[in-house]
């Protein structure tokens, strides 16, 4: 706990920052300082008018009169004193308001021109503490202390000029020595005292410091049980804290009473001495009391003025730490007068750079390439290649140790830092939002932007659906660093910001990192659209997502080790090479673990399920329930404990929502290609009265609710499963639905249609059925291509599957006849793809190009409709638009190979017929 010499020396730089306030409002401060020194004298003039009153009464012939001048005068000086000192405070208010904030907001505004290296070593808590406690001790000198230590000074100085012109020079001279006894004894142990208060300070924000680091991993706390960890982290700082608390109370204490006793001392010796004069007549009981009146007046300031000097003292070290901060210069200084960044064609330029962050730690070597205008670069490699110290060089978070970055032939160092950031955007691979709206945080990209601007980024971004389904849309609060969002859901936001800022330079810093792969590929397309016509750098680890890239650049230890195309890398049997393998590896089995989780789950088993592990809550609130469910059994590919799960969450939801005696409504009925679950109640919830908030939340609930939905989970869940998952409330009541497309294939034997095969063809299939007979599979379901990919190849079938219409056109056009595959299974829902949206749009443009090419009758390409619309209407449909069997999902797997069977002979008559022609 010594004090060094540098503390002792420590010069505040607090006192030149009160003296520039003052002058900056020296009308206002010499206003207060007039109010101050007249509500002083008004106070000073109440011991001479009550020396009066008292001398008047202590007159035999004036008892028979009241003096009322005089005491009207003793409660008006009294008045005054209060007055002026209340008017001073509302003048001198604006000073300090207006000091403090300016202060702060430089403050602030300093702290966001530091670089990313300051901010990378900060403690958060340790650092809202000092600014905190700085500006506070601020504040205390220019308004408490000023305007105490000045009036007490005038009233003091006053107190001596009446005593030293009225009464006895013993007086004066022993206030005189109580003031300097009083000052220097205060002075020296204030000072030593000052060195228990800095360990404080500096406790007090490594507390609140680990206080907040805490919180803000809240959930890394629950992960590893280590509450006890971090309670004993906290509480040894505490108990260190409490002993320098104590140590700096008894030096506080010992200071009193010194104080104290000097006081004591001096009011002892003014009375005695005060006391003989009246004894001996030298002066009036008036006097007596008027030299009381002034002991007490002084000494009470007195000691004010040394709790003043303390609080202080106290402020201007709580300051110190905040002026270091301000000492604290940006790692890049920008030189004044620099022009903007003047983007023509947005080509970028690596130039033989070097950099480490540390000098004995070199990161890049020579590192040289170059993002022509409207290309795409990608950078790859393994964590700790270099691959995001490239991102923050391009937008200047640090210089480069030597070569140079350039846009259109301008060095960034030439430019306004403000100028190159305007120029670029960046999709981050860790997303934190403002704890504000959603709108706010995709707004932030372009301020001003309208909501109309907003909401179009969004569905470009494909989040717009999911954000319109909360109840409070686009001004949901996203909580601190948007916790309260799934991290696909803050990545999307992330990239609709991108979207809406609209740069001509694009970083994507792992951009769909935090996607999972059926979101992966949705976003992917909307990634590349924005990419395209504009110049763009991607930092990728999954390889899958950069094969367009006009040049890949492959990094390792800081060096680019390849470079070239994905078909080129894929040729020289290098790095990227091993790399590409190995995901590929690992997206095997990825899929292959997936298929083995995926079972067929029936719905209504799933459903009947949930309800009986919810009956007894469900009486115990006595909720009333309603179940439709359709005939028909309805059969999904799913994991079924995760689909339970998330029944399990939307149902108990409703059930909590829903008070006492509710009802609750649920439907289970086939929807086309879809079965669709839909649960339905009779609550409108509305604001409670005199409240303008709604009940209603972001996670789509009413507060406050015993348990909460996890929105972004459901959400997850159902769309991993190729399903949608919507929420809504109308004036009838809250209604959400889960559709899940059908099960492609049925888990047990048994036809569902007539396809043409006896029971007797069907038991003589065997592994090797279908040896030689081409597939193709035309479906938008995942699950359902790799369903019946799995059961076709098992039987020897060849199998190749396409997701869209339009892919599979594309592929027969550039296909001669003979090379067609030998049969079709086409799903009628094949989503939003162009006009290509149904199979019967498809199979139809497969005959007109049999046309052209004049295929005969036995040449034809024979087709199956495999889909979930299941209705005789259905079926005729897809006869008469070309197909020539027509099996509805969920289809026994038996009967589906059966029915190639029956179509195989065609098959191998269609490709003898090609052959011989």
Same mark, same amino acid.
């Given at each position: ?301 007195? @000691? ?197 800022? @609209? ?415």
């Amino acid at each position: 706990m010594n004090c060094t010499r540098m503390d002792k020396k420590r010069l505040n730089p607090v006192w030149p920052i009160l003296v520039a306030a003052i002058w900056r409002f020296r009308r206002r401060t010499s206003l207060a300082v007039l109010l101050v020194v007249l509500a002083k004298l008004a106070a000073v003039s109440v011991p001479l008018v009550l020396k009066k009153v008292v001398d008047e009464f202590s007159r035999p012939e004036m008892l028979a009169s009241i003096p009322v001048l005089l005491l009207v005068g003793y409660a008006v000086m009294r008045f005054f004193g209060t007055f002026f000192g209340e008017i001073r405070d509302v003048v001198f208010a604006r000073v300090t308001q207006r000091t403090v904030s300016d202060f702060l907001i430089r403050t602030f505004t300093h702290l966001h021109r530091l670089s990313p290296r300051f901010h990378s070593l900060r403690q958060t808590g340790v650092l809202t503490r000092e600014v905190e406690r700085g500006t506070a001790g601020i504040g205390f000198l220019l308004g408490v202390a000023l305007f105490t230590i000045v009036p007490t000074l005038v009233e003091m100085a006053s107190v001596l000029i009446i005593l030293a012109a009225g009464y006895s020079l013993w007086f004066t001279v022993i206030l005189g020595l109580t003031f300097v006894l009083y000052g220097v004894f205060t002075l020296v142990f204030t000072e030593r005292r000052a060195i228990y208060q800095r360990a404080l300070n500096r406790l007090d924000s490594n507390a609140n410091g680990r206080l907040v680091d805490s919180l803000l991993n809240y959930e890394t706390v629950k992960y590893y049980t280590g509450e006890k960890i971090e309670t004993s982290r906290f509480q040894n700082i505490m108990s260190e804290w409490i002993e320098v608390g104590i140590r700096n109370q008894k030096a506080l204490s010992l200071l009193h009473i010194g104080q104290s006793a000097i006081i004591a001392i001096s009011v002892a010796g003014v009375m005695l001495f005060a006391g003989d004069q009246v004894v001996h007549r030298g002066m009036t009981v008036g006097d007596l009391v008027l030299i009381n009146a002034y002991v007490i007046q002084i000494c009470l300031p007195l @000691n004010s003025l040394g709790f003043i000097f303390r609080e202080a003292k106290d402020a201007s070290i709580n300051a110190e730490r905040l002026f270091s901060l301000l000492g604290e210069r940006p790692e890049i200084e920008e030189s004044p007068g620099l022009p903007t960044l003047q983007v023509k064609v947005g080509e970028v330029r690596f130039e033989h750079v070097d950099f480490g962050y540390e000098p004995s730690r070199p990161i890049l070597h020579d590192v040289s390439f170059t993002i022509a205008a409207g290309t795409t670069v990608a950078v790859v490699g393994g964590s700790g290649s270099g691959k995001s110290t490239l991102v923050r060089l391009l937008l200047r978070f640090y210089d480069v140790g030597t070569g140079q970055i350039s846009i259109d032939g301008q060095p960034i160092y030439e430019v306004t830092q403000e100028s190159l950031r305007t120029a670029i955007g960046v999709v981050p691979q860790d997303t934190i939002l403002f704890n504000d709206s959603i709108a706010y945080n995709i707004g932030y990209a372009r301020p001003g932007a309208s909501r109309e601007e907003i909401e179009a980024a969004a569905r470009s971004a494909q989040v717009h659906d999911f954000i319109s389904s909360l109840p409070q849309g686009y001004d949901t609060m996203v909580g601190e660093r948007g916790v309260r969002l799934s991290g696909g859901e803050r990545q999307r936001i992330a990239i609709a910001r991108a979207i809406l800022k @609209n740069p001509p330079i694009l970083i994507l810093d792992e951009a769909t990192s935090a996607l999972d792969t059926r979101s992966e590929r949705s976003i992917q397309d909307e990634l590349g659209r924005l990419a395209r016509d504009r110049t763009a750098l991607i930092i990728a680890h999954r390889l899958s997502t950069v094969v367009d890239a006009a040049e890949i650049l492959v990094m390792d230890l800081g060096r680019i080790v390849e470079r070239g195309t994905h078909d080129e890398l894929l040729e020289r049997e290098g790095l990227y090479a091993q790399m590409w393998r190995l995901q590929q590896h690992e997206r095997e089995i990825e899929q292959t673990g997936r298929r083995l989780a995926m079972q067929s789950v029936d719905m209504g088993v799933l459903v009947a399920g949930v309800l009986a592990g919810l009956r007894a809550e469900m009486q115990e609130r006595h909720i009333d329930l309603y179940t439709i469910f359709g005939n028909e059994q309805i059969r999904v590919t799913g994991n079924l404990s995760q689909l339970h799960q998330a029944a399990w969450d939307v149902l108990q939801y409703f059930m909590a929502v829903n008070p006492p005696g509710g009802r609750i409504e649920l439907r289970l009925e086939r929807s086309g290609a879809n079965g669709r679950l839909m649960i339905m109640d009779n609550l409108v919830t509305s604001p409670p009265a005199g409240e303008g908030e709604p009940q209603m939340h972001a996670e789509g609930r009413s507060a406050p609710l015993p348990v909460a939905l996890a929105r972004a989970e459901v959400d997850t869940v159902i769309e991993e499963h190729g399903g949608h998952f919507t929420m809504w409330q109308d004036h009838t009541g809250n209604t959400a639905i889960i559709e899940l497309p059908v099960r492609a294939l049925a888990s047990s034997a048994g036809a569902s249609e007539s396809t043409g095969a006896d029971h007797a063809t069907l038991s003589k299939l065997d592994a090797h059925v279908l040896d030689g007979v081409r597939v193709l599979a035309i479906d938008d379901n995942v699950e359902a291509r790799e369903l019946i990919g799995i059961v076709l190849e098992m039987h020897g079938a060849k199998v190749a599957s396409v997701n869209s219409g339009r892919e599979a056109l594309a592929l027969l056009a550039t296909l001669p006849s003979i090379s067609w595959p030998d049969i079709v299974l086409c799903d009628i829902s094949l989503g939003d793809d162009d006009v290509y949206t149904d199979g019967y749009a498809v199979i139809r443009r497969i005959r007109e190009l049999e046309t052209e090419r004049a295929t005969t009758l036995v040449e034809r390409l024979p087709a199956i409709a495999l889909t979930g619309f299941a209705t005789p209407g259905d079926r005729m449909r897809a006869l008469l638009a070309g197909f020539q069997l027509h099996l509805a999902k969920p289809v026994d797997p038996n009967e589906l190979v059966a029915a190639i069977v029956s179509l195989a002979g065609h098959a191998v008559r269609r490709s003898a017929a090609v052959v011989n022609a």
